[in-house]
């Protein structure tokens, strides 16, 4: 068994898919605080991008309690301020 967020994905359920490489672009901040959660978790960046999106995408919550306590853990540790609703007011420091 594999550890995921809430759950856990058993060998006979895994799900085959085709993956491409991209060039996203995060804010600083935030890429530090998904990478110190996918370490967290034992996973890669992708894997965990996955799972937020495809949680997010039915409206489920993504992570456990505690999870989410380790998340403002590395939020405070790396200066992420940004909160959801500051999401479509963002704009590059050039």
């Known amino acids: ?3 995921w967020y809430i759950g856990t ?11 491409v490489q991209t060039g ?8 530090k605080v998904l990478k110190a959660v996918a370490e967290l978790k ?4 992708g894997d965990l991008l996955e799972g ?3 949680h997010a995408f039915e409206g489920r919550p993504t992570f456990s309690a505690q999870t ?3 998340i403002e853990r590395f939020k405070s540790i790396y200066g992420l ?14």
């Not at 034992?42 to 960046?45: A, F, G, I, V």
């Not at 301020?81 to 050039?94: C, I």
Request: glycine letters at 0%; zero cysteines.
């Open 1 to 3: 068994m594999v550890s």
């Open 9 to 19: 994905v058993k060998a006979k359920e895994i799900v085959e898919v085709e993956r």
């Open 24 to 31: 996203v672009r995060l804010e600083k901040r935030l890429l």
């Open 42 to 45: 034992d996973m890669s960046l």
């Open 52 to 54: 937020i999106v495809l």
């Open 68 to 70: 989410l306590k380790e």
């Open 81 to 94: 301020t940004l909160r959801a609703s500051d999401s479509h007011k963002l704009k590059e420091n050039k």
